[in-house]
Structure formats: C-alpha cells, structure tokens
Nanobody, 110 residues
Framework: QVHLVESGGGSVQAGGSLRLSCEVS????????RGWYRQGDGKERESVAT??NSGTTNYADSVKGRFTLSRDNVLQMNNLKPEDTGVYYC?????????WGQGTQVTVSS
C-alpha cells in the first residue's frame, strides 16, 4: 500500500522561506507526474507546481520565480506571501491512480 507524507510546513512571516518534502512509502510504478497542490480556506484545491517525466515543470503564475520543484518532489518556497497560506498536498500520478498525502499547513503572516 502506498502512503505519501508531507513535512516542512509551518508558520512564517511574509518574505520567509519553507521547504516541503514528500516521503513515499510503498512502490509506485510508471510515475508520469509529481508535484504539489494547495487549498486555501474557502478555495478550491489548485496546482502549485508539477513535474512531468519529460522534465517539464509547470508552476502556477502566482508562484513563478519564488517556488522551485525538484525531481525528488521537494518544493522550495521563497519570498512567501500571505496569499500562499493554505494546506499543501503532495501528489504522485501514474497511469492508473493519483496518490495524495494528507497535507501540511503553511501559514504566512504579514
């Protein structure tokens, strides 16, 4: 059975940095997409950054230039803003399933 566990969330002031990691237990075959989503209060879950097997990385416009996603699914978040506040979810997809972690809270105060 596969489990994804996020870590690295927390509370920071605007302009600060956080580094989110995603630990995977179990084996996932034929991964074709990995990345991070987030959900703010009263908002829908949205894509933050994704990395395809092709090597293409896509970032939400709101985080370009501030967030970096590495191949090991670590999300480096710099120059954080209050609007980055939310629960961040690790995601891994293959041809059959989409796997999600339980989420980690990120709170950015002004």
């Amino acid at each position: 059975q596969v489990h994804l566990v996020e870590s690295g969330g927390g509370s920071v002031q605007a302009g600060g940095s956080l580094r989110l990691s995603c630990e995977v237990s179990g084996r996932i075959l034929s991964v074709n997409l990995r990345g991070w989503y987030r959900q703010g209060d009263g908002k829908e879950r949205e894509s933050v950054a994704t990395l395809a097997n092709s090597g293409t990385t896509n970032y939400a416009d709101s985080v370009k230039g501030r967030f970096t996603l590495s191949r090991d699914n670590v999300l480096q978040m710099n120059n954080l803003k209050p609007e980055d506040t939310g629960v961040y979810y690790c995601m891994i997809r293959n041809g059959w399933n989409i796997y999600w972690g339980q989420g980690t809270q990120v709170t950015v105060s002004s």
